[in-house]
């Protein structure tokens, strides 16, 4: 924790750059899925009795038990599939029923005054539920610029994440083709909670 | 808002978030987010070798 503290700008608080590890946590496993070193690191989490702490403790004992393949073909089934996976993990169907809707639209707009440009490499659009918690982490940290105020942060919570965010995980939680990613829904599902509290504690 | 009652408010959302999030170790969690992925400029692993022709039906495609 300490070298990881020396590494954040000054003006990051303890608690902020846990945000940004649980954000980048989710990122990860939804950009795609986790190779073995990864598993490997997952596996020794361990949370406390809370609900974040139960999806932790769940995760981990998912990534002891399965394997990358199976994981991979999991993520397949979930989220890529012949033209659709099960879910479609975007703000856009979420808000609207369709793809590459208005919230597309004005999160292109809000990425623009922040700074954040889409990876050329990247096909999928922006508004997917794993670019926007690579966002956030980036935002709380200081990835595309310095560190964007906390109040700024809301702003873009509330606007592009809280709208659809805990309905998605709520909805991965119970996915019939999930097993290793029931928790990760229960761990977004409980800090998406988190977040739209102590947001709400300010201003 | 005054400033002392900012500074409230400020104190009151950290200290929610030290309970809140303790369920998440940050030690472990620091590893394991930054180790190994690296987010913003990977390549995309398709499958399928990215031939110029692969390359351009994926960018008529591109929304």
């Known amino acids: 924790m300490a070298q990881a503290a020396a590494t954040l700008a000054p003006e990051v608080s303890e608690e902020d750059a846990l945000r940004a590890q649980l954000y980048d946590l989710l990122a990860v496993l939804l950009r795609k899925p986790p190779s073995g070193d990864y598993l490997a690191g997952i596996g020794v989490l361990a949370g406390d009795a809370s609900g974040l702490g139960q999806g932790i403790d769940a995760l981990a004992a998912g990534a002891r038990v399965s394997t990358p393949e199976g994981i991979d073909r999991e993520f397949h089934r979930l989220f890529v599939g012949l033209g659709r996976g099960e879910l479609l993990p975007y703000a856009s169907f979420y808000i609207t029923g369709f793809l590459n809707e208005k919230p597309l639209a004005k999160l292109r707009g809000d990425m623009g005054e922040l700074g954040m440009v889409r990876d050329a490499a990247a096909y999928e659009p922006e508004d997917n539920i794993g670019s926007l918690c690579e966002m956030m982490a980036g935002m709380i940290v200081g990835r595309f610029g310095d560190p964007v105020p906390v109040a700024r942060q809301k702003d873009f919570f509330f606007t592009h994440i809280a709208p659809w965010a805990e309905h998605f995980f709520s909805d991965l939680e119970g996915a019939e083709s999930a097993t290793f990613y029931v928790p990760v829904g229960t761990i977004g599902k409980e800090f998406m909670q988190i977040e739209k509290h102590s947001f709400r504690m300010i201003d | ?63």
């Open chain 2, 1 to 63: 808002m005054s400033r002392t009652q900012d500074d409230r408010a400020v104190k009151g959302r950290r200290d929610f978030l030290k309970l809140a999030t303790v369920g998440a170790p940050a030690a472990a969690a620091a590893t394991v987010a930054t180790g190994g992925q690296a987010l913003a400029a990977e390549p995309t692993e398709l499958g399928y070798t990215e031939t110029p022709h692969v390359k351009a039906y994926l960018e008529s495609c591109r929304f």
